[in-house]
Structure formats: structure tokens, C-alpha cells
T-cell receptor, first 111, second 114 residues
Framework: TQLLEQSPQFLSIQEGENLTVYCNSSSVFSSLQWYRQEPGEGPVLLVTVVTGGEVKKLKRLTFQFGDARKDSSLHITAAQTGDTGLYLC???????????FGAGTILRVKS | DTAVSQTPKYLVTQMGNDKSIKCEQN?????MYWYKQDSKKFLKIMFS???????INETVPNRFSPKSPDKAHLNLHINSLELGDSAVYFCASSQLITSGDEQYFGPGTRLTVT
């Protein structure tokens, strides 16, 4: 059983479409991070959300932390082929001082 | 300059062998980590070190032994390799010991055990 459930596992869309990736848990996290990983490379941090209800925007990407700090979402507007990659959410678990990762969402944006 | 580097990038070896993966960071960070990413892309922490001191040992078999000669280096030695050890291993570093601090990942080492 994973602490963080990510959905969907795979997403294949056309360029220009919008999409949302979800990260859910029954546990409370001190903070939550979103990473993007390209093939053959390590994950790269996109954003960290800390406060319940917080919304952060990074160009066409919008990140939201749930009010109860148990879930988060990543919304991409007008997806581009360069958005293709593996998106990982990671929660700072308060009981272990460690990052717990979701299983990831593989996004493919077709031109 | 590469912030977090790992060597080798690829490692193919037979069951029963012993191998090492090296990691170096030039960011001046105090904390370093080893993660394992399985074939389903699930990333799980194995160890974390802060200023050469072991902080987290995440129920990893004793065949895995990390060593930190200084705070810029964290190496991973694996004894008696098994098929199930095949995975991509990532080294990472962060300035602070708190896990919520941004972690910088290396490019990964793809280990294949045959």
C-alpha cells in the first residue's frame, strides 16, 4: 500500500489540450512537492506547496494543495510536446522525515 | 558544471557479484540520499546521510552498504547482487536535513543483474 496514490498512471493527449494529475493520500503531509522526470535523467523539482489550500502557478502549470494537506493536483493548460515526461508527487511525511513518492503519471503530448 | 553526478551511468553484472556506485555533489549541501526506482517508475528512499552521518536506513538488505567519506560524496556498495536489485539508482542532495527541502537528483545509474 502506497501512502500517495497518483492518478492517472498514463495520459496521452493532443497538443493544446488541458489535463489534471491527482495525488491523494489518507495521511497528512507537512509539504508536498511535484517533480518532472525525463527519460534517462533524474527528477527535477517543479514546485513545493506547504500551506493547506495553497495554489501556485508556474507558467501553464497550476499546483494546488488540499485544505487538509492530504491531496494535491497539477493542472496543465494547453499542453505542449515539451511537457511530455513522468510527473511525480512527493510528500514530506511528518513521521519519518523523508519524502514519500507517488507512483508517477506518464504524460505523452502528441503533436 | 554538473550539480550531482553519478558513476557509472550503466552497470551490467552477474548475480553474486559485488559492485559500487559513486555519487558526488558540488552544491555544498549537507544531506545526501540514495533512492531506488523500479521498473514501474516507483521511487523509494533507501538511505540518507547528513554531514557523513547516517540518518535514514529504510529497511534495505544488509547487502547494501552506503559510505560517505565526506559530505560531498555518498557511495553505494552492493554485495552478492540479486536479480531483484535491477533498477535505476538515484543519488540526491539537499541543503537541509528536512525532507521538504528541495532535493537535487543525479542522472541515475541503471543497474542490470543477469
Amino acid at each position: 500500500t502506497q501512502l500517495l496514490e497518483q492518478s492517472p498512471q498514463f495520459l496521452s493527449i493532443q497538443e493544446g489540450e488541458n489535463l489534471t494529475v491527482y495525488c491523494n493520500s489518507s495521511s497528512v503531509f507537512s509539504s508536498l512537492q511535484w517533480y518532472r522526470q525525463e527519460p534517462g535523467e533524474g527528477p527535477v523539482l517543479l514546485v513545493t506547496v506547504v500551506t493547506g489550500g495553497e495554489v501556485k502557478k508556474l507558467k501553464r502549470l497550476t499546483f494546488q494543495f488540499g485544505d487538509a494537506r492530504k491531496d494535491s493536483s497539477l493542472h496543465i493548460t494547453a499542453a505542449q510536446t515539451g511537457d511530455t515526461g513522468l510527473y511525480l508527487c512527493a510528500g514530506e511525511w511528518e513521521y519519518g522525515n523523508k519524502l514519500v513518492f507517488g507512483a508517477g503519471t506518464i504524460l505523452r503530448v502528441k503533436s | 558544471d554538473t550539480a550531482v553526478s553519478q558513476t557509472p551511468k550503466y552497470l551490467v553484472t552477474q548475480m553474486g557479484n559485488d559492485k559500487s556506485i559513486k555519487c558526488e555533489q558540488n552544491l555544498g549541501h549537507d544531506t545526501m540520499y540514495w533512492y531506488k526506482q523500479d521498473s514501474k517508475k516507483f521511487l523509494k528512499i533507501m538511505f540518507s546521510y547528513n554531514n557523513k552521518e547516517l540518518i535514514i536506513n529504510e529497511t534495505v538488505p544488509n547487502r547494501f552498504s552506503p559510505k560517505s567519506p565526506d559530505k560531498a560524496h555518498l557511495n553505494l556498495h552492493i554485495n552478492s547482487l540479486e536479480l531483484g536489485d535491477s533498477a535505476v539508482y538515484f543519488c540526491a542532495s539537499s541543503q537541509l536535513i528536512t525532507s521538504g527541502d528541495e532535493q537535487y537528483f543525479g542522472p541515475g545509474t541503471r543497474l542490470t543483474v543477469t
